[in-house]
């Protein structure tokens, strides 16, 4: 069975789908493995059970169409949420600082009396400290409950908004000032760090209005998407100095070369042990979904843990309401319904697939 890549996974991958040929090209794959490859047009084959993303947005895949045709589709929640809590409090203190601009002037001296310059020069670049200051996150997933409790434990006073915040991940943070509207989370704040999924909810949040609730000479850090922000009122509150800076992880030709912007080239889950990470994680999603039926970290479809079958099994998915067959165990979420069948005498999937609703049968052993 192929598992196609459609970006560099790290080898780990390999090493959890022995057996499968893991290759970058196949016309009838059962699994895809993808990084930040754009799937929009992708023609997809029969064949696909599920698509694993390596990392944990997943605006590159179109899943909820995916869902009606019957295709999982996992993501890989906090499993590079230590690189990418990393990369922005070195954000923080970078714009803070006033680091970039700092190097990139460095480099533009030149004679034997480089130390004197700098000596000279400098005080175009003193900054400020994070110690004492506000900084509100915006959205407490993995990352963000990371890149509160990395900044609480440096000084940070830390509030935050999350509409959909379960209570144990709430008890990890209690030091978090958690705030019923974004726009009490950003009121005064001197750091705001973006950690939501691009929907069309959250695109365009980081606005003119939004921008003027936050302190004067704000940081605004976004290692979510770059989609979040409206390019034209970040420059506006730069040009004005009502931002100080805005760090974006996702540069395009509007953002780069454009003064108190620093554009990172997507950097906040490249590590190796990210990498690594993902990897592991969405291997072991494919090969449990393939293998077992199991469904843990699917964005698009009911989440259902399964373990290895006794006998046979037959899983289903499919609209909810359906009039699926008695028994089994089975999970609904977003208007569809995943079930599981085990039984010691083996299935007939024809009579299932006939029911109104049904979107795939699968006979897994
Ligand atoms: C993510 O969504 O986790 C990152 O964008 C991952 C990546 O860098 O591919």
Redesign the pocket.
Known sequence: MDILKL?AISPLAGEILKGYDLTDESAAPVGILV??ADMSAYDVPASLLAVA??????NNIPHADYAKRGIVVF??PG??ANA?KEMVICEFLLAARNLVEGIRWTATLTGDDVAKQVEKGKKKFVGHEILGKTLCVMGLGA?GRKVAASAHALGMTVKGYDPYLSDAAREEIPFVKVLPTPGEAYAGADFVSLHMPATEETKGMINAAAIEKMADGAVVVNA??GELAVTADIKAALASGKLHKYVC?FPTAEINDCDGIVAVP?????TEE?EDN?AVMAANELKDYIETGSIVNSVNLPCLKLDAPAAHRMTVIAEAGAALPEGGLRAERKGFVYAAYDSAAPFDAKSVESIPGVIRVRIIA
Not at 266 to 270: K, M
Request: hydrophobic fraction near 40%; include cysteine; glycine fraction near 12%.
């Open positions: 970006n990084r930040s993303r390596a990392g944990a947005g997943v993501n890989s499993a590079n990418v990352i979510a998407r992880d997507h950097l906040g889950a490249s990210a993902c």
